[in-house]
């Protein structure tokens, strides 16, 4: 069987088995993938970057909602950028008190194959509440005079189509799209491997400037490199650990595979390597 | 340059590229070989498996002493067993409360390969509270009639020489050594791929009928499979988290690179799968 590569660093590569290449494209914006394998089940790449496989989506994407869900359970209007695999949706829609979701995707295409291939995650999109705009992200908040709860920035890494979205002029048009007590999740990187780790200071810099509130927290994700990743939570009240809630996902009657309230306080604690960047 | 390649599941591979190989050599246990790498500096592999890294082996060795050392300031007597490349014993020799180090390795050709070629961690045999003995773990457990304040289990994955370390037997035998309030700290897989997690599985059934007390405690360790690396903190009456105190690694006036004593509080907060897993 062929192996998929994907190189972590130049000296690093990170290989899975294949049991076959589903679907190949190339849109204007980039290279679509999807595999099958039997060590992840099905998975989706974007210009040969690990996206999403069906093994693991699950942290992300719990860890991506329900850690600001549970610090302000009255968020009812949500904006996600990106987020074309659907996974983000689908865990904003089990709560029932979430009444509007706008989702900016720069690219359809991704959607559409993931509806096509991905089903798991493209479920979060066959919810009403659900409203897909296919535009670039940066360029939407800049125009829209749309008010939002919270906005996630499920987004690539800052090369390629989600570039504009580790941009100072992009968080600062999130901040004015937010409510008073609003709150911004993004995808920050990661602080082990070289590349990942100086894109996670220019957010966190960029971020802290405009944010009074701007904390870091971690998950383990295998499938991305090193494995230790890092999503940002900034807000203009709300204190991601002193203003946690109960478990709001569970009184929702819903179950979690990754998260809960232990873990919530827990995965705030980073490294002292870890500080020391953010720091600089 | 050539790339040193771990399998991580028969599916996965972990790839590293190499500048130089080292040192390779047969001892009546296992095959050791050093290499040096531009991403991860200085590393050794026993059978073909990563051990240390001069990148990250701070994680490792950070976590599995300074947990159980903040949780009992009074540990005087300690027995290493495995720890051959004497980063635990470095560690533990940052405490000037520390009186004796009792360190027992079955194949002395680990600790003389690593005192030539690894030699930042090595330098943990250099304090003379660090006695070695060059046995079977099993073996010394059963036989000694010495008391310790912690036990470290700082081994290989349980086949080859590493196995016995992971029986019940060996397990009883350390809870028989250990003071009134002695800790048992073991290397404890992983739970992601379905190798490891058959073992952590199994370790914690067995630690758990024997200690009143059995916790599991987690690191992001990037060069072990999955990145998201166990630890088992077991104890006769110390609790890892109720008993923590402040951080008294830091009132030895060390710096860590890894370990806090936020990240003492957060890294026994587990995800769910994990806590299910941990359950069976």
Known sequence: ???????????????????????HETTPFQVIDVYDSLEFGRFFTLDGIMMANEKDEFIYHEMIIHTPMSVNPQIKNVLIIGGGDGGSARE????????????????????????????????GFDDPRVH??????????????????????????PIGPGEGLFTQAFYEHCYHRLSSDGILINQHESPYFTKEALEMRRAHQKIERIFPIAEVYQAFIPTYPSGHWLFGFASKTHHPLRDVQSSYIHACGQKTTYYNLDLHKGCFALPNYVIEQLKE
């Open 92 to 123: 904003l829609t089990k709560y029932p008190t979430i009444e509007k979701i706008d989702l900016v995707e720069i690219d359809e295409r991704v959607v559409r194959v993931c509806q096509t291939h991905f089903r798991k995650t493209a479920i």
């Open 132 to 157: 897909l705009f296919f535009e670039d992200g940066l360029a939407y908040v800049k125009k829209t005079t749309k008010t939002y709860d919270l906005i996630i920035v499920d987004s690539t890494d």
């Open 1 to 23: 069987m062929p192996w998929f590569t994907e190189m972590w660093t130049p000296h690093v590569k990170f290989q899975i088995e294949i049991n076959a290449h589903i679907h």
